[in-house]
């Protein structure tokens, strides 16, 4: 099994900066990619930004240019820092990883339980 830990979440006013970490633990074969989602209030979860083990990074455009994602391989550890925050980008933000615990074993999704990011007007 593995155990996604998040931390970094909270109140910020708008124009304020987070920083999410979240650390992956368990039996971890590897790790490919490693990324966050952010789920609002009546919304469907969506993908924030995503990094492979090789650093290739992808971003929803809505976080394009204010959020950086970066990975430190060595502590299977992904980071989120988020720029210039607006109300909008108000949710519950998710650590998900896609893990193998063996030497070809099945590619699983593992998913952290979450932190609430609120970004005051």
């Known amino acids: 099994q593995v155990q996604l830990v998040e931390s970094g979440g909270g109140l910020v006013q708008a124009g304020g900066s987070l920083r999410l970490s979240c650390a992956a633990s368990g039996s971890i074969f590897s790790i490919n990619p490693m990324g966050w989602y952010r789920q609002a209030p009546g919304k469907q979860r969506e993908l924030v930004a995503d990094?492979?083990?090789?650093?290739?990074?992808n971003y929803a455009d809505s976080v394009k240019g204010r959020f950086t994602i970066s990975r430190d391989n060595a502590k299977n550890t992904v980071y989120l820092q988020m720029n210039s925050l607006k109300p909008e980008d108000t949710a519950v933000y998710y650590c998900a990883a896609d893990a193998r615990t063996r030497v070809a074993g099945p590619r699983m999704r593992y998913w952290g339980q979450g932190t609430q990011v609120t970004v005051s007007s």
């Open positions: 990094i492979t083990s090789g650093g290739s990074t």
